[in-house]
Every structure is written in structure tokens, then in C-alpha cells.
């Protein structure tokens, strides 16, 4: 599976990004995703996630009611709104995904990564 993520750039606070993370190589419907991100010095950190079907989401606490996760099988392409972004959600944004039908927010679940995209949220 290749995944492709786009969408980052620089915003201002409270400001809007949408990223999406492009798929092939294996039927898209049959994965599940997520978004991480890592800013400098830290950890790669769970964002979202999101079912196969779409059915059940995954939210972090910092990003829940602003950051929403979504997919369209069809276009075998995942989603992720991020509305009223902070500073603090300056980072790279990474898509994952794996098989299986559960719902999957650890790092190591995933199997598959993009290349990663920017987000700097200026103040």
C-alpha cells in the first residue's frame, strides 16, 4: 500500500487546513486509517482514526471538536478537517493504515505510512 498525504501548509490561529491522505495498492475499503503527527523534539502522537466502513471514529482529546476524521472508499482517499487550529497543532502530519475492521489509535498497529505533511499554525 502507498499512501500519499497533502494538504498541509501555514495558517493562522483559527484557521482551517484540510488534509488528505491518497491511497493504492490494495483495496482502500478494506483498511483502516489514521492521522499522527510528531512536532520537534517529540513523539509521533495518535490524531485520529477511522474505520474501515467510517462507522466508528477515534478522536485524541487535544483535537476532538475541532479535528474531524472522514473517508470516501470510492476515491480511496482519507480526510482530516482540522478547524480552529493553535500553535500548538504545529507538526508533521502522517496518514497510516492497516487491514483488519476494528478501530486502531497505537503507532505500532499500523503498517503502512505516508511521507508526512506540514502544518504550522502561526499566532
Known amino acids: 500500500v502507498q499512501l500519499q498525504a497533502s494538504g498541509g501548509g501555514l495558517v493562522q490561529a483559527g484557521g482551517s487546513l484540510r488534509l488528505s491522505c491518497a491511497a493504492s495498492?490494495?483495496?482502500?475499503?478494506?483498511?483502516?486509517v489514521g492521522w499522527f503527527r510528531q512536532a520537534p523534539g517529540k513523539e509521533r502522537e495518535s490524531v485520529a482514526s477511522?474505520?474501515?466502513?467510517?462507522?466508528?471514529?477515534y478522536y485524541a482529546d487535544s483535537v476532538k471538536g475541532r479535528f474531524t476524521i472522514s473517508r470516501d472508499n470510492a476515491k480511496n482517499t482519507g480526510y482530516l478537517q482540522m478547524n480552529s487550529l493553535k500553535p500548538e497543532d504545529t507538526a508533521v502530519y502522517y496518514c497510516?493504515?492497516?487491514?483488519?475492521?476494528?478501530?486502531?489509535?497505537?503507532?505500532?498497529?499500523?503498517?503502512?505510512w505516508g511521507q508526512g505533511t506540514q502544518v504550522t499554525v502561526s499566532s
Open positions: 497510516a493504515a492497516r487491514p483488519g475492521t476494528g478501530i486502531y489509535y497505537r503507532r505500532d498497529a499500523y503498517d503502512y
Open positions: 495498492g490494495r483495496t482502500f475499503s478494506s483498511l483502516a
Open positions: 477511522i474505520k474501515w466502513s467510517g462507522s466508528s471514529t
